[in-house]
């Protein structure tokens, strides 16, 4: 392997329901919340974690590639993924199955926690950051929620289907209309791996979008979307050599949807 550059995706994710990504805390107050959102320690402003994302993404794929139990065969070269012991293997069985055990090993790491899988397979290709709130996203919980307050706290009831007995919750969620700002990088070590892995991210991209993010997602949490997506390339020689500066990709669109359904009209080469 060797390295030839970084793919960076950035863009705004947009929350169309309220988000629940859960924090910790050391006990709950009375009259307080049962279950806060996770804030950064500094501003006390809620974020989306890049592990919380980076996993959504990766299961959705899991999904819908049939890595998710009882396919076990499937399992077993998502498992094995590029093993140089078991590439025999993948040749003589389907290499379909293969493919995409190499595409999700590849974008998200190895399954398996075997040392030899993870010494042979590489490194992760994507990186995800931390997502933090845009400036308009502030300046609105500043004019509708007033100052120091960047969360709605939302009032529910378990129901005992026995008993019928209510027990009251609050729950903290990120409101609707928030947005936050992500950045994503996508390594580069085989000429033309990337554009493929990159197809494939987009994928789950549009598959998160008809699902939920965070917490709570069959109740109506945790719907968002993806926007203002902009692509740019950073070559090894945007590292070290002065006054080299990343090419642009021009997209066919600004959304998942949009790019992945004109995924061959990317100019990759500008």
Same mark, same amino acid.
């Given at each position: 392997m060797e390295f030839k550059g970084k793919y960076?995706?950035?863009?705004?994710i947009k929350c169309l329901t309220g988000l629940h990504i859960g924090g910790t805390?050391?006990?709950?107050?009375?009259?307080?919340?049962? #279950?806060? $959102?996770?804030?950064?320690p500094l501003t006390e402003e809620p974020y989306i974690p890049g592990s919380s994302l980076k996993g959504k993404l990766r299961s959705l794929l899991?999904?819908?590639?049939?890595?998710?139990?009882? *396919?076990?065969? *499937?399992?077993?070269?998502?498992? +094995?993924?590029? &093993?140089?012991?078991l590439r025999e293997e993948r040749e003589k069985s389907d290499t379909s199955e293969w493919d995409k055990a190499y595409t999700l090993g590849g974008l998200f790491g190895p399954a398996s926690d075997d040392s030899k899988v993870r #010494?042979? +397979?590489?490194?992760?290709?994507?990186?995800?950051?931390?997502?933090?709130p845009t400036q308009g996203t502030k300046e609105m919980w500043q004019q509708w929620l007033g100052d120091g307050i960047h969360t709605e706290i939302k009032a529910e009831n378990i129901?005992?289907?026995?008993?019928?007995? +209510?027990?009251?919750?609050?729950i903290e969620r990120v409101p609707k209309g928030?947005?936050?700002?992500?950045?994503m990088f996508l390594d580069e070590y085989k000429?033309?791996?990337? #554009?493929?892995?990159?197809?494939? @991210?987009?994928? +789950?991209? &549009?598959l998160l979008e008809n699902s939920s993010l965070g917490g709570s997602g069959s109740r109506g949490y945790g719907e968002v979307c993806f926007e203002d997506l902009k692509l740019e390339w950073r070559c $090894?020689?945007?590292?070290?050599?002065?006054?080299?500066?990343? #090419?642009?990709?021009? @997209?066919?669109?600004?959304?998942?949807?949009?790019?992945?359904?004109?995924?061959? !009209?990317?100019?990759?080469? !500008?």
């Open positions: 960076v995706l950035k863009g705004k805390t050391e006990g709950v107050e009375i009259g307080g919340v049962d #279950k806060p $959102v996770i804030k950064d899991e999904w819908i590639f049939g890595f998710i139990k009882p *396919h076990e065969k *499937h399992r077993e070269a998502y498992l +094995a993924y590029d &093993c140089r012991e #010494k042979t +397979a590489g490194p992760t290709r994507l990186t995800i950051r931390d997502s933090f129901i005992n289907r026995v008993t019928s007995e +209510a027990t009251p919750r609050s928030s947005e936050f700002e992500f950045t000429d033309g791996e990337s #554009k493929e892995l990159f197809k494939h @991210l987009l994928l +789950a991209m &549009c $090894v020689e945007n590292y070290y050599k002065k006054g080299e500066k990343p #090419k642009p990709i021009t @997209l066919p669109g600004a959304t998942p949807r949009e790019i992945f359904e004109k995924f061959d !009209q990317i100019k990759w080469e !500008q």
